[in-house]
C-alpha cells in the first residue's frame, strides 16, 4: 500500500488506520476483515447501533458499510455518521441492484461505493485513495482552525498558500497539475476547502456553477467569460470558510432565497484568493455576487449594469439553489415556484434580461434540473 499504512498519532508514533466493518452478513464481513486486517486494525459492527456504539468510544478513520441493516437503512446510519463524525470517511458496499441507493450514499457524503463481489485490488486502492483524502481534508480543517492568514491578502496570505499548497500536494505525493497558463491548478484544494468547511456548501458552490453554465450558454460570452464565470461561480462563497462555527444548513433564508448569514464573506472570499492570481473576473463574482440591481445589496450597494455582468449572473444561481435545494432542516420550493420568485424579483434583486433569460432556461429544463445539477462535480470547472 502507499503512505497511508500509517497514521502519526498524538504523541508521535506511527499507528495503522482504523477501519470499521458494517455488515449484518457474517460471510462478507469476515471476509473484509481478513483482506484488511494486514493493512489496518480493524473493528466490525453487524446493525447500526452497534456500529454508533462503536464510533462514541473509538477513534474510527473509515467505515465499510452496507446498505441493508436489520436495524435501519445503511442511508440513514451514514447520514447520522456525516452529521456527527464529519471527518470519518464512509465508503458504501452494495449489489448491484442497489447502485441507485449507493449513488444517493454518494449525495449524502459517501466518499464512493463498491459493487459485491468487489475485486480484491480495487477495495484496497479505493479505501488507500479514501484515506488520502481524508488526510488532506484533516490538514484543511486544521488550517481553518488555526490560521486566519489564508484570508488576510497580500503577502502574509501568499506565503499562507504556499505553504499549504506544499503541504496539500505532499500528501499521497498527488501532483499540482499545470493549467494551459502554466499556472497549477489548485481547484483541487479549493474544492477540498470548501468541503473541508461542510459539506453542504462544497455541495451547493458545484450547483450554483452548474446554474449559471446553464444560464450564461443563452449569452454570447467569450472562452475567457466562460472560463472566469465556471470557477468564480464555484468559488463565490469561498469566503465562508473564514467563518469560525459556520454549518451551511444553518443559514437562515429569507422568504425571498436570500441568506441572511454573513455579509463578510464576499470580501474575505476576495483577499483570500488574490494571492492565486485567477483573472479579475473570477473575484469581481465573489465580491459582487450579492449586490442588487436596484442597488439594495452589499457590500458595495451596487445598481443596475455597474455590477459585472458575470456577478450579476451567478447571483441569479446562488438564489435558485437556496429556493431549491434539498438541504437538511430546510424545505424546498418546486422548480415552477422557484422560477417564479426570480421573475417577481427581475428589476429590484435581478437584472430583469438575465431572469428572464434564467426562467426560459430552467422551464424547458425544469424535470431535469435537480438531477442534472446534484450529479455535477467540482471537476466540471476545472477545465481552465
Known amino acids: 500500500m502507499s503512505m497511508m499504512d500509517t497514521k502519526i498519532s498524538q504523541d508521535g508514533s506511527q499507528t495503522k488506520p482504523t477501519i470499521l466493518v458494517v455488515d449484518d452478513e457474517a460471510g462478507p464481513r469476515d471476509a473484509l476483515k481478513v483482506i484488511l486486517r494486514p493493512f489496518f486494525n ?26 441493508k441493516l436489520p436495524d435501519r437503512q445503511g442511508i440513514d446510519l451514514l447520514q447520522d455518521i456525516k452529521h456527527d463524525h464529519a471527518d470519518i470517511e464512509v465508503i458504501i458496499i452494495t449489489g448491484y441492484g442497489s447502485l441507485k441507493s449507493a ?23 479505493l479505501i488507500s485513495q479514501t484515506l488520502e483524502k481524508k488526510q ?30 506544499t503541504s496539500y500536494f505532499a500528501i499521497g505525493k498527488r501532483e499540482e ?11 483541487p484544494l479549493l474544492s477540498d476547502l470548501l468541503e473541508a468547511k461542510d459539506r453542504h456548501l ?49 443559514e437562515p433564508i429569507l422568504p425571498s432565497g436570500e441568506s441572511a448569514y454573513s455579509k463578510e464573506h464576499c470580501e474575505a472570499g476576495a483577499r483570500m484568493i488574490l494571492p492565486l492570481e485567477y483573472p479579475a473576473e473570477v473575484g469581481q463574482i465573489i465580491s459582487y455576487h450579492h449586490e442588487r440591481w ?28 437556496h429556493l431549491t435545494a434539498e438541504v437538511p432542516g430546510r424545505s424546498p420550493l418546486p422548480v ?6 426570480i421573475a417577481l424579483q427581475a428589476n429590484t434583486y435581478f437584472d430583469p434580461m438575465l431572469a428572464d433569460q434564467f426562467a426560459r432556461v430552467a422551464t424547458e429544463c425544469k424535470a431535469s434540473l435537480p438531477a442534472m445539477a446534484i450529479a455535477t462535480t467540482p471537476s466540471g470547472v476545472s477545465g481552465q
Request: some cysteine; overall charge negative; proline content about 3%.
Open 294 to 321: 436596484d442597488g439594495s445589496g452589499y457590500p458595495h450597494g451596487l445598481q443596475g449594469e455597474g455590477i459585472p455582468l458575470l456577478a450579476r449572473i451567478v447571483s441569479i444561481a446562488q438564489m435558485f439553489d
Open 177 to 187: 497539475q499545470d493549467s494551459p497558463s502554466g499556472s497549477p491548478d489548485i481547484l
Open 42 to 67: 480493524i473493528r466490525s459492527a453487524d446493525n447500526a447501533q452497534a456500529a454508533l456504539n462503536v464510533l462514541s468510544h473509538e477513534s474510527i478513520d473509515l467505515i465499510t458499510l452496507d446498505q
Open 136 to 165: 488532506r481534508l484533516d490538514l484543511l480543517r486544521k488550517v481553518l482552525t488555526n490560521s486566519a492568514a489564508l484570508w488576510a491578502g497580500d503577502e502574509e496570505g501568499r506565503r499562507a498558500w504556499e505553504t499549504l499548497k
Open 103 to 125: 449513488m444517493e450514499g454518494i449525495r449524502h457524503g459517501a466518499a464512493g461505493y463498491l459493487l459485491k463481489p468487489f475485486n480484491v485490488t480495487e477495495l484496497i486502492s
Open 202 to 250: 462544497l455541495n451547493h458552490c458545484s450547483r450554483v456553477s452548474f446554474y449559471a453554465t446553464l444560464l450564461a450558454n443563452r449569452l454570447s460570452l467569450t472562452l475567457a467569460e466562460q472560463k472566469s464565470l465556471a470557477i468564480g461561480a464555484f468559488l463565490h462563497d469561498i469566503g465562508k470558510v473564514s467563518l469560525k462555527n459556520y454549518h451551511y444548513s444553518d
Open 336 to 341: 415552477d415556484q422557484a422560477i417564479q420568485q
